[in-house]
């Protein structure tokens, strides 16, 4: 059996007709928007985080770290420059995180449970749900750009369009790996230690600070953790994309990390398999 | 007939059901059935296993021992059929208080597939069923707890379900409030929906009401309250409930030494 005949199979034996399969995902999607607009401090705080990295950390930098010629930049470019898909990235790990955060919030308050007891299969409800998130990751995403714009870090018109598709897909692998951590993450308290365990080492071990070259001089072993790092390859796909170009290794990379990702996070709120029906139960 | 419009099958069945948190039993051997149009109290204490009970017929949790059908339909076989059929009001608030009645209502719809147009529809039946119409557009944030779950019960029925599942819907409510929630239930098993009652309050339940005792993850006693209160030899329902967990415990207590 082909896997189209599989999901076709899937969705026959639930009695839904494609267009109430879109239905649904609109409804997912327009709710996670509102719930946007409801919280404006959201998308100030996850706009303001990146822009101090730009304006103060990398300002600071600027004359400490050269940066010499390395694809895909074709002249030397400003430490500034430089950071700036490192930080785009650092916006849709945070979304990501936010977004597993709601989950976990969700999951305590019943809101989790409205959208599991819907009738459509649940890797659908996940799935929308998880490209809910990323359309309001690029959305910040282009934000920052824009900002960053008038701090003269400009990219080819054309990187601007080709950035969308790269930002769809990496948004989602973070996304997915959020969702994933949020099944996993028992209490709100514990999520401090996602941002220590998770969050942190993504971000600095990887490329979004510093070529790799750089890291590399000072220790190999590092150099290979961040090398193997899933978001250092998120990264240098956006800094690609950002000028019209592709890295196929990161491609494959990220593209890789979301299925695996996605499939984990669909295991773990799966009824029969996943870790929520083997803890304590609700008590009453 | 479609076999779920077939008058002789229960809105639910559960059959010999259990289920474990590690080492902790929640639920043994658990068998029960709701009868279409009937209104079934399932009475027990904190910690009976109720709400694991509810995390099962809601397919939350997979059923690892035993068979829950709704409608004939298995919910592990076929949860799409089954939750199709199944309105659930969970003990905790699951409502967005951020956004209005209506778009809550309209979000609920989405989740079951139904379009705007006959989702607005169906969105002023149930208001009005719950005598809410006035408040679509109010913010959820800034109704009562007892109007919040009249909202609970609205989006429960938006989907038109057969079966609704109540669990401990009036924890935190006033006796009026209460007894309001209670009184609309009631009347949805009057026109026809199967419904589960959960709750830990006896009097919440009424002569006509078929009753399912659970205590310390078994069912002790079920069937019409009058028969229960007369298979216990008790005057009243509290009376029986009081004997069959008094003899429970006093049975656990000696099989324990």
Redesign the interface.
């Known amino acids: 059996m082909t896997i189209v005949s599989e999901v076709r199979a899937s969705l026959d034996?639930?009695?839904?007709?494609p267009?109430?399969?879109l239905?649904?995902l609109?409804?997912?999607v327009?709710?996670e928007a509102?719930?946007f607009l409801?919280?404006r401090e959201r998308f100030v705080s996850a706009l303001v985080r990146p822009l101090v990295w730009l304006f103060i950390f990398a300002a600071g930098f600027r004359q400490v770290l050269g940066i010499s010629i390395i694809p895909p930049y074709e002249t030397y470019i400003l430490y500034e420059v430089y950071i700036a898909p490192g930080l785009i990235a650092m916006i849709q790990l945070f979304n990501g995180m936010q977004s597993s955060l709601t989950m976990v919030y969700d999951r305590e308050?019943?809101?989790m449970?409205?959208?599991?007891?819907?009738?459509?299969?649940r890797w659908w409800?996940l799935t929308s749900k998880l490209l809910a998130g990323t359309l309001v990751s690029v959305l910040q995403a282009y934000a920052f750009l824009l900002i960053a714009w008038f701090w003269d870090i400009e990219a080819p018109a054309l990187g601007y369009l080709t950035l969308l598709p790269v930002l769809l897909l990496t948004g989602f692998m973070l996304g997915a790996l959020g969702m994933l951590v949020s099944s996993v993450v028992k209490q709100l308290e514990n999520f401090a230690g996602i941002m220590n365990f998770v969050i942190f080492p993504m971000f600095f071990a990887s490329s979004a600070l510093y070529p790799l070259w750089r890291v590399q001089e000072s220790s190999p072993l590092l150099y290979y953790i961040c090398e193997l790092n899933p978001f250092t390859h998120a990264t240098e796909l956006i800094r690609f994309a950002l000028y019209d170009k592709i890295s196929w290794v990161s491609f494959a990379v990220v593209l890789g990390c979301t299925v695996g990702f996605l499939v984990g996070a669909i295991l773990a709120y799966?009824?029969?398999?996943g870790f929520?029906?083997?803890?304590?139960?609700?008590?009453? | 007939m479609r076999p779920s419009e077939l008058p002789e099958i229960p809105a639910l069945e559960v059959n010999h059901v259990s289920h474990r948190y590690g080492v902790r039993m929640a639920l043994n051997e658990v068998t029960l059935t709701v009868r279409q149009s009937s209104f079934t109290v399932l009475l027990g204490l904190n910690g009976a296993g109720k709400s694991t009970l509810f995390s099962l017929i809601t397919h939350l949790y997979a059923i690892r021992s035993g068979q829950i059908s709704i409608f004939g339909h298995d919910i592990a076989g076929e949860p799409g059929a089954a939750l199709r059929r199944l309105g659930v009001v969970f003990q905790s608030r699951a409502l967005d208080i951020d956004i209005s009645v209506r778009q809550n209502l309209r979000y609920h719809a989405a989740l079951h597939g139904i379009a705007s147009r006959r989702a607005d529809e169906l969105i002023v039946q149930v208001l009005d069923r719950v005598g809410m119409t006035d408040r679509s557009a109010e913010r959820v944030g800034n109704l009562s707890i007892g109007q919040m779950r009249r909202i609970e019960i609205a989006r429960a029925l938006l989907h038109q379900p057969r079966l609704l599942l109540l669990d401990e819907p009036t924890v935190g409510l006033d006796i009026k409030a209460r007894a309001d929630i209670l009184g609309h239930v009631r009347q949805l098993a009057v026109q026809g929906i199967g419904v589960l009652w959960a709750t830990h309050l006896i009097d919440e339940a009424c002569a006509g009401d078929d009753v399912v005792v659970l205590h310390k993850s078994r069912v002790l006693a079920q069937g019409a309250l009058a028969e229960v209160v007369e298979r216990a030899g008790a005057a009243d329902l509290s009376d029986a409930f009081t004997r069959l967990v008094r003899t429970a415990d006093q049975n656990e207590l000696e099989a324990a030494r």
């Open positions: 034996r639930r009695g839904f007709t267009a109430q399969y239905i649904c609109q409804g997912i327009w709710r509102l719930r409801h919280q308050t019943g809101g449970r409205t959208l599991l007891v819907s009738p459509f299969p409800l799966d009824p029969a398999r929520l029906a083997r803890r304590g139960g609700p008590g009453g």
